[in-house]
């Protein structure tokens, strides 16, 4: 593998260590090497937190090195003041002298502007070094930016004929298809979204929390369809785990595009990526608008024979695993 790919490489891994704590801001991964030596790695902090090159920077125990150093990053450094100063500011004040990035930030307050800076500051800057990679990585900062919509992920669990409910059930809450481990890993995702989001139907029937308690880290924002108001306030939708916004008929109009408007209100509220739970009219709205980025779809072992059809959907296969008796697969939008 070429040098400058296998430190990006290295930053893309040491980039996910912010996922699900960085947003609004992008997870990126930054490497100081000299002479072909790491002397310094960082990634983007919580939110308000330093950036990933501060961190790098701040990592190098011998500072007199930065000037004949080379720093990696996964996005293109920042030229503009936000809750900290311009990363590129910082570097240049460092003197390094080569800078490599993945890929350029389409953010409007950036877009070209840090690396013009850099090249003006006399910095050796090389741009698309596992480009693809690098997008994919920042595929929610992206898309928020680009589209001016959340990052889409619709998920659900069938059972193995094909519902994600029972005709009749007797009690208000979950019918579980897919096992403990499926579940603890649907928990896991929660807490690496910023939003989840479900429809009244679901609320009623299943009265679920919506949130990570089997995995530790950040509650995602409880988004509820709530057309008419109709949901009772003590459940658990409305506990003090985590903040719910109520989406009602006064704030869109729910006879046309739906799923366009409900993405113009998560937008409105800086979300930058979104689960999609349910129910099936909910997920057949964003599938019938084409409005998801990614599928995760769970097959467990009960035969419900009759119930609530799971939606159908088309798209390429990126992942398929069993875990145990349960199968998931994932899909990306064509």
Not at 77 to 100: E, Q
Not at 169 to 193: A, F, G
Request: net charge positive; aromatic share 6%; hydrophobic share 35%.
């Amino acid at each position: 593998m070429p040098v400058h790919e296998h430190y990006i490489k290295r930053c893309l891994e040491i980039g996910k260590n912010g996922l699900g704590t960085t947003r609004p801001n992008p997870m990126v991964g930054a490497v100081i090497v000299n002479k072909n030596k790491i002397i310094g790695e960082g990634y983007t902090s919580p939110y308000g937190g330093n950036h990933a090159e501060v961190n790098a920077i701040n990592s190098v125990q011998d500072k007199s090195l930065l000037k004949e150093s080379t720093i990696y990053v996964t996005l293109e450094p920042c030229s503009h003041f936000g809750k900290t100063p311009p990363c590129s500011d910082l570097i240049i004040t460092n003197k390094i002298p080569n800078v490599v990035i993945g890929c350029i930030d389409d953010n409007k307050q950036v877009a070209g502007k840090g690396v013009k800076k850099l090249i003006d500051a006399g910095v050796n800057v090389t741009v698309g070094i596992l480009e693809n990679e690098c997008k994919q990585h920042h595929k929610r900062f992206f898309t928020f930016h680009n589209k001016k919509r959340p990052y889409i992920i619709l998920k659900w669990a069938e059972s193995s004929d094909g519902y994600i409910a029972p005709e009749t059930k007797d009690e208000q809450k979950p019918v579980w298809i897919t096992n403990k481990h499926s579940r603890q890993l649907v928990h896991k995702w929660r807490t690496e979204e910023q939003a989840i989001l479900v429809g009244t139907n679901t609320v009623i029937q299943d009265n679920p929390s919506l949130t990570a308690r089997d995995w530790t880290g950040q509650n995602p924002t409880r988004f509820v369809l709530d057309k008419t108001h109709k949901l009772s306030k003590d459940l658990n939708i409305f506990n003090d785990d985590a903040k719910t916004i109520i989406i009602s008929k006064d704030i869109i109009n729910f006879t046309e595009n739906v799923a366009q408007q409900i993405c113009g209100v998560l937008f409105k509220n800086n979300i930058n990526s979104v689960i999609i739970e349910g129910g099936s009219e909910t997920l057949k709205t964003f599938i019938s608008e084409n409005l998801w980025d990614e599928a995760r779809i769970f097959k467990g072992v009960p035969n419900f024979k009759t119930g609530t059809k799971a939606p159908l959907l088309k798209g390429n296969v990126i992942l398929e695993k069993n875990i145990k008796e349960d199968s998931l697969k994932i899909y990306m939008n064509d």
